[in-house]
């Protein structure tokens, strides 16, 4: 079967999207599945990064994902973003590829057994 599928990309003001991308990453901000836990988003505003706010709410999803019989948590991050976090946090970096999403940025693969 062939099918054709038909796509139109659109720029849109950010107030009109922004509630839908929101209430999309909400809605998946984690998932389990095969006894795994996978962290898509985590964010820490500026002004609270280095208060313990971060390491308490990754505290949080080790219990969640042990209360729900995960045996380990995954993620991905950026070089620009937080690996060294993670490290601090006991995760254990898988990999990481080069020059990607653009060149002179690496993206880190973690997991952390529980």
Same mark, same amino acid.
């Given at each position: ?20 991308? #929101?209430?999309?990453?909400?809605? &998946? ?7 795994? =836990? &996978? #962290? ?15 390491? %308490? ?9 042990? %209360?729900?019989?995960?045996? &380990? ?20 970096? =898988? ?18 057994? =529980?």
């Amino acid at each position: 079967m062939n099918t054709k599928m038909e796509f139109q990309i659109k720029e849109l003001p950010l107030e009109e999207v922004e509630s839908k991308v #929101v209430d999309g990453l909400l809605d &998946h901000k984690s998932r389990l599945s095969y006894g795994k =836990l &996978h #962290v898509w988003l985590l964010s820490v505003d500026k002004d609270l990064q280095g208060s313990g706010v971060g390491t %308490a709410l990754m505290n949080e999803i080790a219990a969640y994902g042990k %209360a729900h019989n995960c045996h &380990h948590i995954s993620l991905t991050t950026f070089s620009y973003q937080a690996p060294e976090f993670y490290k601090k946090c006991g995760y254990s970096e =898988l990999g990481r590829i080069q020059n990607f999403p653009l060149k002179g940025v690496e993206k880190y693969f973690f997991v952390k057994y =529980l």
